[in-house]
Each structure stands twice: as C-alpha cells, then as structure tokens.
C-alpha cells in the first residue's frame, strides 16, 4: 500500500499549571480551526501528529492539551517534543501559569482537589506541579500569566498567537504592556524597561487627567530627548534578542514598560514601541494593563 503524502501540520502543545485556562485555551484553539486532543498520554503525541500529517488535509492543524494527569508526564513530554523536531513536525509550545493566590481562590471557587493535592492542602500540589512543570515552561515558546487575565483576555491573547487567517505569520510576534511599577511587575514579561527617568506628564495640570493615548500626553513624552535616545538604543538591543530568539526557534516576545501608574509614559513609550517593532517585521500589539485603575 502507498504511504499517503505527508502535508503541512501545525502543531501546538498546550500544557501549565491545573487552574491556569488549559480548557479555555482548548476551546479557544478549537474555534481557530485545531483538532484539539485532551490529556493525550505523552507517548501518543507523535503518533497522533504522524497521523494528522498524513491526513490529506483533512487535518492541518493539531492541538495537544497535557497536564499532570499523566504522570511521568514532562520527561515523557520533553522527549515528545524532542521526537516532533526530529520528524519535522516543529511544535510550538503554549504554557499557562497563574500564581498561587489565584489558583487556590479558582480551586475553592469551584470547590475542586488539585491532582496533586492527595491528602495535603491546595498549595501542597501547587508547588509540586510547579516543580514538575519546572524544565517545561523553559521549553515554553509563549508563557501566559492568567492571574490577572479574563477569559476574553486570554482568548484575545492566544487568537493573536495563533490565528493565521491564511496569512503568512511572521518569524516573531511581540506583545508590549504598559503597567505601573506600583501595582507589581506583570509576571509574564520577558524584559522589563522602566522609563520613570522622564519627566512625568501627571505634573502638568492639563496633562494630568489624559493618558498615554492622548496625542498631547505622547508628544509631550516623545519630545523629550532622553526618551528618543532610550527607544533608539533599545530597539537595537530588540533587534539581536529577535535574531537571537528566531536562532532558538522561539515566536513570541513580550516587553514589559513601566511607569509609576501606567497611566503616561508607559503608555506612550508602548505604542512607539509597537510602530519600531512593526516597521523591522516584528508583529507587534500593545496591552495597557493598568491603564483606567487611577
């Protein structure tokens, strides 16, 4: 019999912590399009996306949601990973985590036992999954902190990430978030960049009530000469951390800028951010996290 021609398959592997939004990123994925796979054992992956490579395009787009249930579950999995590449089946790798506040509030909200709670508390198999999830989450190609995300939020954040519409996806995607240092650093950031060196437009009596979106509010910023040599310089450091991250196959990237409230510079600075990053290639969006808390 002939062996059936191989096509294009995506793939994804969608793992992180029990609580963190592994069922909303599956039904997320689901309605882009992916043949969503639930707690697949880690030694059936390949053969599934071996399968779904063959499929004559009946399958193009595979996603494979692993969790702790399978135990032995990120040796096995990490060696899956490892046997994907080694086929030519490039699987992009989506973690999910929260911290563990939000997750024992989630588990007792919904009146549920960790998997790997056993006869301790709810923290007891939170830190036991971390452990486990440890040497994941550094294989990880997107990380997505939900403690502070809406289910519409998260479903945004991952459409972007994965929604191809057809259109060729570029080598890097970049998220840029604008926060205020007093409110905590988001968690999720791959680089973090204070521009509380400028001067701050809440001082201003006619500036203080607009925001980093206002045009007076980014021009006044931008004009500042401190605040065009920080982005000149800071988008040639983003230029060898994208070669580099394209060098280790990573897709995705995201900066973090902060201010004191997230209100004004943090806000202007992001969305200069975005249009240099859009202009080298780079698919960029901004995210204002703490814009409207003041």
Same mark, same amino acid.
């Given at each position: 019999?002939?062996?059936?021609?191989?096509?294009?398959?995506?793939?994804?592997?969608?793992?992180?912590?029990? *609580?963190? *939004? =592994?069922?909303?990123?599956?039904?997320?994925?689901?309605? /882009?399009?992916? !043949?969503?796979?639930?707690? /697949?054992?880690?030694?059936?992956?390949?053969?599934?996306?071996?399968?779904?490579?063959?499929?004559?395009?009946?399958?193009?787009?595979?996603?494979?949601?692993?969790?702790?249930?399978?135990?032995?579950?990120?040796?096995?999995?990490?060696?899956?990973?490892?046997?994907?590449?080694?086929?030519?089946?490039?699987?992009?790798?989506? !973690?999910?985590?929260?911290?563990?506040?939000?997750?024992?509030? %989630? !588990?007792?909200?919904?009146? %549920?036992?960790?998997? #790997?709670? *056993?006869?301790?508390?709810?923290?007891?198999?939170?830190?036991?999954?971390?452990?486990?999830?440890?040497?994941?989450?550094?294989?990880?190609?997107?990380?997505?902190?939900?403690?502070?995300?809406?289910?519409?939020?998260?479903? =945004?954040?991952?459409?972007? $990430?994965?929604?191809? +519409?057809?259109?060729?996806?570029?080598?890097?995607?970049?998220?840029?978030?604008?926060?205020?240092?007093?409110?905590?650093?988001?968690?999720?950031?791959?680089?973090?960049?204070?521009?509380? !060196?400028?001067?701050?437009?809440?001082?201003?009596?006619?500036?203080?009530?607009?925001?980093?979106?206002?045009?007076?509010?980014?021009?006044?910023?931008?004009?500042?000469?401190?605040?065009?040599?920080?982005?000149?310089?800071?988008?040639?450091?983003?230029?060898?951390?994208?070669? +580099?991250?394209? =060098?280790?196959?990573?897709?995705? #990237?995201?900066?973090?800028? +902060?201010?004191?409230? +997230?209100?004004?510079?943090?806000?202007?600075?992001? &969305?200069?951010?975005?249009? %240099?990053?859009?202009?080298?290639?780079?698919? $960029?969006?901004?995210? &204002?996290?703490?814009? *409207?808390?003041?």
């Amino acid at each position: 019999m002939a062996t059936a021609e191989r096509g294009a398959l995506e793939t994804v592997i969608v793992t992180g912590l029990s *609580g963190a *939004g =592994r069922s909303t990123a599956a039904k997320c994925l689901e309605d /882009l399009g992916f !043949f969503v796979v639930d707690n /697949l054992p880690p030694e059936l992956v390949a053969t599934m996306a071996e399968l779904g490579s063959r499929s004559q395009g009946a399958v193009t787009k595979l996603a494979v949601v692993m969790d702790v249930r399978s135990r032995a579950f990120s040796t096995d999995l990490a060696g899956v990973i490892g046997e994907l590449e080694q086929r030519e089946l490039q699987p992009r790798i989506l !973690f999910l985590e929260a911290s563990d506040n939000v997750l024992i509030r %989630r !588990f007792e909200s919904n009146r %549920r036992a960790h998997p #790997l709670q *056993g006869d301790g508390r709810l923290s007891d198999g939170i830190t036991a999954e971390r452990a486990i999830l440890e040497g994941l989450r550094d294989l990880a190609d997107l990380i997505l902190d939900t403690s502070d995300r809406s289910v519409p939020q998260l479903r =945004r954040a991952i459409e972007e $990430a994965f929604a191809s +519409g057809g259109i060729d996806v570029p080598e890097l995607r970049a998220t840029v978030v604008s926060f205020g240092f007093k409110y905590g650093l988001p968690p999720d950031a791959d680089l973090v960049v204070d521009v509380r !060196f400028l001067p701050n437009p809440y001082w201003i009596p006619e500036l203080r009530e607009l925001t980093g979106e206002d045009a007076e509010v980014s021009d006044y910023v931008l004009s500042q000469q401190s605040a065009g040599e920080f982005l000149d310089k800071y988008v040639d450091i983003l230029r060898i951390i994208g070669a +580099g991250y394209r =060098r280790e196959g990573k897709h995705y #990237l995201t900066l973090a800028v +902060g201010c004191t409230g +997230g209100k004004h510079r943090s806000v202007a600075i992001s &969305h200069e951010l975005v249009k %240099r990053l859009t202009n080298l290639g780079v698919r $960029a969006t901004a995210v &204002h996290r703490d814009l *409207g808390r003041e």
